[in-house]
């Protein structure tokens, strides 16, 4: 079974700066999925980036990026030029490829502070 | 992408009862899936659900505890059936369009 452990349960940056958040993951598939969810106060889940396994690149989407490092099991979200609205709960999520279901990490408390 | 509401976004139930939360996608989909998010906790599958057959648990979760209904492409239920205080979670659904979408969640807290 997959298991996804996010080591950091609270940080909090100010505005403006970088702040990295830490995921590793455990698998013996070779091809997968990794994301990472968003939680705000008000629960919606939102998708902040995917990365493909398979992809030695790893995935860019305007402040956010990865470092993907497939052997070592590690996929840690970077926020650059951070701001208060990135202030939510983020979750590391696994999938394998057709089982369309997601395990998540427990989770990182981010505060952005003004 | 896909647009999920739940009903309701939250209740307040006394214990030995049931609730049922509805999930509503405005796409037809072939899978949908539900959550337990319990409080400060991290999400956990429960069930995945298909349209025209009975729904796939996981490990820790049975039928009789938590039915589910997918009578079409873009509607399912969860049933938490006589609940008691230890089901107090955020219940969220979530459907597969290209990418995961995630519903609002439904707030239970169970008295």
């Known amino acids: 079974a997959q298991t996804v452990t996010q080591s950091q349960p609270e940080m909090s940056v100010q505005e403006a700066e970088t702040v990295t958040l830490s995921c590793t993951y455990d698998?013996?598939?070779?091809?997968?999925?990794l994301f990472w969810y968003k939680q705000p106060p008000s629960r919606q889940m939102i998708l902040v980036i995917r990365?493909?396994?398979?992809?030695?690149q790893n995935a860019t989407e305007n402040r956010f990026s990865v470092n993907f490092q497939k052997a070592a099991k590690s996929f840690s979200l970077k926020i650059s030029d951070s701001q208060l609205g990135d202030t939510a709960m983020y979750f590391c999520?696994?999938?394998?490829?057709?089982?369309?279901?997601?395990?998540f990490g427990q989770g990182t408390r981010l505060t952005i502070n003004p | 992408s896909a647009v999920i509401s739940q009903k309701p976004s939250r209740d307040i139930c006394q214990r030995g009862t049931s609730l049922t939360i509805q999930c509503q996608v405005d796409?037809?989909?072939?899978?949908m899936f539900w959550y337990r998010q319990q409080p400060g906790q991290s999400l956990t599958l429960i069930a995945t659900?298909?349209?025209?057959?009975?729904?796939?648990?996981e490990s820790g979760f049975v039928i009789d505890k938590f039915p589910i209904s997918r009578p079409n492409l873009t509607f399912s239920t969860l049933t938490v059936s006589n609940m008691s205080p230890e089901d107090s979670s955020i219940y969220l659904c979530?459907?597969?369009?290209?990418?995961?979408?995630f519903g609002p969640g439904t707030r239970l807290t169970v008295l």
């Open positions: 979530s459907v597969e369009y290209a990418e995961q979408f």
């Open positions: 698998t013996s598939e070779s091809n997968y999925y």
């Open positions: 999520a696994f999938m394998k490829p057709g089982a369309q279901k997601l395990v």
């Open positions: 796409s037809q989909v072939t899978m």
């Open positions: 990365q493909e396994a398979y992809k030695q």
């Open positions: 659900a298909n349209q025209g057959s009975e729904a796939t648990y």
